[in-house]
Protein backbone atom coordinates (compact mmCIF):
# COMPACT_ATOMS: atom_id res chain seq x y z
CA UNK A 1 0.00 0.00 0.00
CA UNK A 2 2.82 2.43 1.23
CA UNK A 3 5.00 1.65 -1.89
CA UNK A 4 1.70 2.08 -4.41
CA UNK A 5 0.85 5.68 -2.70
CA UNK A 6 4.66 6.82 -3.36
CA UNK A 7 4.38 5.78 -7.09
CA UNK A 8 1.70 7.13 -7.38
CA UNK A 9 2.15 10.54 -5.50
CA UNK A 10 5.36 10.90 -7.38
CA UNK A 11 3.69 10.50 -10.71
CA UNK A 12 0.82 12.85 -9.46
CA UNK A 13 3.83 15.45 -8.50
CA UNK A 14 5.25 15.51 -12.23
CA UNK A 15 2.77 15.32 -13.95
CA UNK A 16 -0.51 17.22 -12.38
CA UNK A 17 2.32 19.53 -9.87
CA UNK A 18 3.29 19.68 -6.13
CA UNK A 19 0.14 21.68 -5.60
CA UNK A 20 -2.52 20.07 -7.45
CA UNK A 21 -5.70 19.21 -5.24
CA UNK A 22 -5.10 15.43 -6.49
CA UNK A 23 -1.47 15.74 -5.62
CA UNK A 24 -2.90 17.10 -1.92
CA UNK A 25 -5.35 14.24 -1.64
CA UNK A 26 -2.42 11.35 -2.71
CA UNK A 27 0.07 13.25 -0.11
CA UNK A 28 -2.43 13.05 2.72
CA UNK A 29 -3.47 9.67 1.85
CA UNK A 30 0.31 8.69 1.94
CA UNK A 31 0.69 10.40 5.30
CA UNK A 32 -2.35 8.73 6.15
CA UNK A 33 -0.78 5.43 6.09
CA UNK A 34 2.29 6.79 6.91
CA UNK A 35 0.85 7.52 10.72
CA UNK A 36 0.80 3.82 11.50
CA UNK A 37 4.61 2.77 10.97
CA UNK A 38 6.62 6.08 10.67
CA UNK A 39 4.82 9.10 12.60
CA UNK A 40 7.64 11.65 12.43
CA UNK A 41 7.79 11.10 8.55
CA UNK A 42 4.15 11.21 8.18
CA UNK A 43 3.82 14.30 10.22
CA UNK A 44 6.63 16.21 8.29
CA UNK A 45 4.68 14.94 4.72
CA UNK A 46 1.59 16.48 6.05
CA UNK A 47 3.14 19.85 7.28
CA UNK A 48 4.11 20.47 4.01
CA UNK A 49 0.54 19.61 2.34
CA UNK A 50 -1.21 21.85 4.89
CA UNK A 51 0.86 24.55 3.72
CA UNK A 52 0.04 24.12 0.41
CA UNK A 53 -3.64 23.39 0.51
CA UNK A 54 -3.71 26.68 2.94
CA UNK A 55 -2.16 28.77 0.01
CA UNK A 56 -4.05 26.85 -2.78
CA UNK A 57 -7.48 25.93 -1.70
CA UNK A 58 -7.88 28.39 1.29
CA UNK A 59 -8.48 28.05 5.03
CA UNK A 60 -12.23 27.60 4.58
CA UNK A 61 -11.86 24.86 2.51
CA UNK A 62 -13.22 21.35 3.65
CA UNK A 63 -10.09 19.57 2.19
CA UNK A 64 -8.03 21.68 4.43
CA UNK A 65 -9.80 21.06 7.72
CA UNK A 66 -9.30 17.27 6.71
CA UNK A 67 -5.49 17.84 6.24
CA UNK A 68 -5.56 20.12 9.56
CA UNK A 69 -6.78 16.98 11.10
CA UNK A 70 -4.58 14.43 9.69
CA UNK A 71 -1.81 16.24 10.75
CA UNK A 72 -2.88 16.58 14.13
CA UNK A 73 -3.20 12.86 14.37
CA UNK A 74 -0.17 12.20 12.95
CA UNK A 75 1.33 14.96 15.79
CA UNK A 76 -0.59 12.58 18.14
CA UNK A 77 1.02 9.24 17.18
CA UNK A 78 4.48 10.94 17.35
CA UNK A 79 3.82 11.74 20.86
CA UNK A 80 4.04 16.11 19.79
CA UNK A 81 1.40 16.72 22.06
CA UNK A 82 1.15 20.41 22.29
CA UNK A 83 1.63 20.97 18.48
CA UNK A 84 -1.61 18.48 18.56
CA UNK A 85 -3.18 20.54 20.80
CA UNK A 86 -2.82 23.95 18.34
CA UNK A 87 -3.49 22.26 15.55
CA UNK A 88 -6.90 20.16 16.87
CA UNK A 89 -8.08 23.47 18.70
CA UNK A 90 -7.62 25.46 15.57
CA UNK A 91 -9.32 23.11 13.69
CA UNK A 92 -12.41 22.57 15.66
CA UNK A 93 -12.44 26.40 16.33
CA UNK A 94 -12.41 26.65 11.68
CA UNK A 95 -14.78 23.54 11.46
CA UNK A 96 -17.16 25.60 14.13
CA UNK A 97 -17.08 28.88 11.93
CA UNK A 98 -16.89 27.16 8.49
CA UNK A 99 -19.38 23.83 8.76
CA UNK A 100 -21.28 24.93 11.78
CA UNK A 101 -21.19 23.22 15.38
CA UNK A 102 -23.61 20.30 14.48
CA UNK A 103 -21.45 19.32 11.26
CA UNK A 104 -20.93 15.50 11.96
CA UNK A 105 -16.86 16.47 11.14
CA UNK A 106 -17.43 19.53 13.70
CA UNK A 107 -18.56 16.65 16.53
CA UNK A 108 -15.74 14.38 15.47
CA UNK A 109 -12.94 16.96 15.69
CA UNK A 110 -14.31 17.97 19.30
CA UNK A 111 -13.86 14.75 20.12
CA UNK A 112 -10.20 14.63 18.89
CA UNK A 113 -9.77 17.71 20.61
CA UNK A 114 -11.16 16.26 23.67
CA UNK A 115 -8.58 13.24 23.14
CA UNK A 116 -5.45 15.71 22.79
CA UNK A 117 -6.40 17.20 25.50
CA UNK A 118 -6.09 14.25 27.35
CA UNK A 119 -3.16 12.89 26.26
CA UNK A 120 -1.55 16.41 27.00
CA UNK A 121 -2.29 16.52 30.79
CA UNK A 122 -5.32 18.67 30.44
CA UNK A 123 -7.66 16.05 31.59
CA UNK A 124 -10.22 18.76 32.78
CA UNK A 125 -10.00 19.96 29.43
CA UNK A 126 -10.76 17.22 27.99
CA UNK A 127 -13.63 16.34 29.62
CA UNK A 128 -15.55 19.48 29.31
CA UNK A 129 -14.97 18.59 25.28
CA UNK A 130 -15.72 14.89 25.38
CA UNK A 131 -19.11 15.52 27.71
CA UNK A 132 -20.02 18.17 24.44
CA UNK A 133 -19.36 15.91 21.68
CA UNK A 134 -20.86 12.82 23.74
CA UNK A 135 -23.89 14.76 24.07
CA UNK A 136 -24.23 16.70 20.79
CA UNK A 137 -22.86 13.09 18.89
CA UNK A 138 -26.20 11.52 20.70
CA UNK A 139 -28.50 14.50 20.12
CA UNK A 140 -27.50 14.79 16.14
CA UNK A 141 -26.65 11.31 15.19
CA UNK A 142 -28.28 9.18 18.05
CA UNK A 143 -27.13 6.92 20.81
CA UNK A 144 -26.01 3.93 18.77
CA UNK A 145 -23.69 4.96 16.47
CA UNK A 146 -20.20 5.31 15.79
CA UNK A 147 -19.60 8.94 16.39
CA UNK A 148 -21.51 8.73 19.42
CA UNK A 149 -19.36 5.61 21.02
CA UNK A 150 -16.65 7.02 20.24
CA UNK A 151 -16.97 9.93 21.80
CA UNK A 152 -18.51 8.09 25.34
CA UNK A 153 -15.75 5.74 24.99
CA UNK A 154 -13.17 8.61 24.86
CA UNK A 155 -14.93 9.91 28.03
CA UNK A 156 -14.69 7.04 29.99
CA UNK A 157 -11.10 7.43 29.22
CA UNK A 158 -10.70 10.60 30.62
CA UNK A 159 -12.84 9.83 33.72
CA UNK A 160 -10.41 6.87 34.41
CA UNK A 161 -7.55 8.62 34.19
CA UNK A 162 -8.85 11.45 36.57
CA UNK A 163 -9.29 8.36 39.46
CA UNK A 164 -13.35 8.97 38.50
CA UNK A 165 -14.11 5.14 38.25
CA UNK A 166 -17.80 5.64 38.86
CA UNK A 167 -18.55 8.07 36.24
CA UNK A 168 -15.70 5.59 33.68
CA UNK A 169 -17.95 2.56 34.56
CA UNK A 170 -21.16 4.16 33.99
CA UNK A 171 -20.26 5.43 30.23
CA UNK A 172 -18.47 2.05 29.28
CA UNK A 173 -21.50 -0.04 30.31
CA UNK A 174 -23.72 2.15 28.58
CA UNK A 175 -21.51 1.21 25.10
CA UNK A 176 -20.61 -1.86 26.13
CA UNK A 177 -24.56 -2.15 25.83
CA UNK A 178 -25.71 -0.40 23.13
CA UNK A 179 -22.53 -2.12 20.99
CA UNK A 180 -23.78 -5.75 22.08
CA UNK A 181 -27.40 -4.40 20.52
CA UNK A 182 -26.65 -2.03 17.49
CA UNK A 183 -23.50 -3.92 16.38
CA UNK A 184 -22.74 -6.64 18.12
CA UNK A 185 -19.44 -7.26 19.85
CA UNK A 186 -17.04 -8.87 17.26
CA UNK A 187 -15.69 -4.95 16.27
CA UNK A 188 -11.92 -4.61 17.36
CA UNK A 189 -13.70 -1.90 18.83
CA UNK A 190 -16.65 -3.59 20.69
CA UNK A 191 -13.36 -6.16 22.50
CA UNK A 192 -11.74 -2.35 23.05
CA UNK A 193 -14.41 -1.26 25.22
CA UNK A 194 -15.02 -4.47 27.09
CA UNK A 195 -11.45 -4.90 28.02
CA UNK A 196 -11.64 -1.01 29.50
CA UNK A 197 -14.87 -1.74 31.04
CA UNK A 198 -13.58 -5.04 32.94
CA UNK A 199 -10.26 -3.24 34.36
CA UNK A 200 -12.24 -0.48 35.84
CA UNK A 201 -14.21 -2.84 37.00
CA UNK A 202 -11.06 -4.37 38.58
CA UNK A 203 -9.65 -1.49 39.84
CA UNK A 204 -13.14 -0.69 41.84
CA UNK A 205 -12.88 -3.80 43.67
CA UNK A 206 -15.77 -5.24 41.25
CA UNK A 207 -13.58 -8.49 40.79
CA UNK A 208 -16.89 -10.65 40.20
CA UNK A 209 -18.18 -8.24 37.26
CA UNK A 210 -14.94 -7.85 35.79
CA UNK A 211 -14.72 -11.61 35.46
CA UNK A 212 -18.12 -12.10 34.07
CA UNK A 213 -17.04 -9.06 31.04
CA UNK A 214 -14.33 -10.84 30.43
CA UNK A 215 -15.67 -14.11 29.91
CA UNK A 216 -18.59 -12.84 27.50
CA UNK A 217 -15.87 -11.65 26.05
CA UNK A 218 -14.20 -15.05 25.46
CA UNK A 219 -17.32 -16.77 24.86
CA UNK A 220 -17.38 -14.29 21.78
CA UNK A 221 -14.17 -14.82 20.84
CA UNK A 222 -14.99 -18.90 20.85
CA UNK A 223 -18.17 -18.71 19.46
CA UNK A 224 -17.52 -16.45 16.38
CA UNK A 225 -13.48 -16.08 15.27
CA UNK A 226 -12.91 -19.49 16.34
CA UNK A 227 -16.19 -20.85 14.93
CA UNK A 228 -15.38 -18.75 11.46
CA UNK A 229 -12.00 -20.67 11.30
CA UNK A 230 -13.48 -24.06 11.84
CA UNK A 231 -15.68 -23.82 8.86
CA UNK A 232 -12.87 -22.61 6.90
CA UNK A 233 -10.62 -25.71 7.18
CA UNK A 234 -13.67 -27.23 6.28
Not at 51 to 67: C, F, I, P, Q
Not at 171 to 190: I, K, M, P, W, Y
Request: with cysteine.
Amino acid sequence: MIADLERDLAESERSLGQDDPATLGLRAQLGLQYIHVRPDDAAKLLERNLAMAERVLGLDHSDTLKYRAVLGSAYLRAGRYPEDVVVSERNLAESERVLGPDHPDTVERRTSLGISYRCAGRPSDGVAQLQQSAADAERLFGRGTERTFAARAALADVYRDEGRLDEAISQLEQVFADCARETGLTSNFANAVGNNLAHCYFLAGRDREAKAVDKRLRDVYRDHWLGKADENQR
